[in-house]
């Protein structure tokens, strides 16, 4: 599955799944009701962060992710990111596609680890998931996340090294 740059003129196809995975209010810890342009800021961060789509042969965005530092200074050597799939072509191996191309990122641009800081328990195939590429849950902030149906749920910090 080819993964390549995002660029602004994939924005007219990330936003609308990144808008219905967000106002869903399941799996992010984003305000459900974020503005397009307020989204869109943060899902492009500035450099060293960057931002990918996955593709179909056709040119179709299936999903992004965008990675970054998790902090700065003297614990920049630890990497993040965050992953959105279009619902529409979930199961196909997208998200795992995404996964193994930021870790090999992260792993070219010299980060020591990687770290996810806000995976909610409930999501149980990006848990599943992320397990199954090496993670492992450090900790669960014990209802950490106010999920819209299940109420709160915790939150799990998530990391491997790399």
Request: charge should be negative; avoid cysteine.
């Amino acid at each position: 599955m080819p993964i390549r740059d995002a660029t602004p003129g994939d924005w007219p196809a990330i936003w609308p799944f990144l808008h219905r995975i967000v106002s869903a209010g399941e799996t992010y810890t984003w305000d459900r009701d974020v503005s397009e342009e307020r989204a869109r800021e943060m899902w492009f961060p500035g450099p060293p962060g960057r931002t990918v789509v996955a593709v179909d042969a056709d040119g179709t965005v299936l999903g992004s992710a965008k990675m970054n530092p998790n902090h700065m200074g003297p614990a920049s050597h630890i990497a993040s990111a965050s992953f959105m799939v279009d619902p529409g072509h979930a199961g196909r191996g997208v998200g795992r596609a995404l996964g193994e191309h930021v870790l090999e990122w992260a792993r070219a641009e010299g980060y020591r680890a990687m770290q996810f800081n806000a995976v909610v328990e409930t999501n149980t195939r990006a848990v599943a998931l992320w397990r199954s590429l090496g993670f492992e849950v450090l900790a669960t902030l014990p209802e950490g996340f106010e999920h819209p149906g299940k109420g709160y749920v915790g939150l799990h910090i998530m990391y491997r090294s790399l």
